[in-house]
């Protein structure tokens, strides 16, 4: 995403984040419904991206599309996103999706229950990177989004919390061919992102201490400036030592990660 996309977006997410409580879930849940029918309507994501159009323009066609079947504040939030320039109507379609969660954590987060929901999307996140039949049957090309939303649902909806399951049936019917876990794993850093922390992913063959979570935890907030919340994973093929990932950044301390850079410059 470009310095101008990335700006957008944060001014998007920004809206979404500010909105009262009381109007969040109903706002979250618009901004998804539009987002599901741009998705759909390739004609409608051609025109709202067109860069030939005014910004006015733009924003006055979804207003038109909009203004009768959601929220005032959702459509709000559309205007802004489609005024804005995106590379393809795609990027589109992701950032009015990112707005939607970011609008139901702030709900979430209304009503004390941000931590619940924070961990049971991990949670799933986690189950899905580590169940491969899981994995097959929400990228089935055989199954619609209607049954992949409805496995999320049967899987976790007489246990988590609807905001938890609202967010992850919407991320299962619409991967759109995107890597299943990443997906999963990108919600639930919007959400720590609403607190303006950052979720430290570790790799480690044996669980660390509290002594030895405290100073990995210190260390990775002086470097990221940001909250940091350890998520540990047990995992026998690191053999020693720990691997670390935070957004995009890859900390690799693992001897299988030293052994394999070993290999590298050899067979270089």
Known sequence: MSNASSQSLAAILKLADSLPGSVAVEAASGLLAA???IERESQLRNLLTDGGRTAQ?????????FASKINAESVEIINAAVAARWSNGAQLVEVLEQAGYRAMFNAAESENVLDRVEEEIFLFARAVSQNGELQ???????????AKAKLVENLIGGSAHPYAVKVLAHVAANLRGRRTDRMFEEVVDLAAARRSRLRAKLRTAIKLD???RTRLTAALTEIYK???QLDEELDTDVIGGIEVRIADDVIDGTIAGRLRQARHQVAG
């Open 35 to 37: 987002a599901g029918v």
């Open 57 to 65: 323009s733009r924003s006055k066609l979804s207003a038109d599309l």
């Open 136 to 146: 097959m049957g929400l990228t089935n090309p055989a199954y619609d989004a209607a």
């Open 210 to 212: 509290s002594s030895q």
């Open 226 to 228: 940001k909250p940091i």
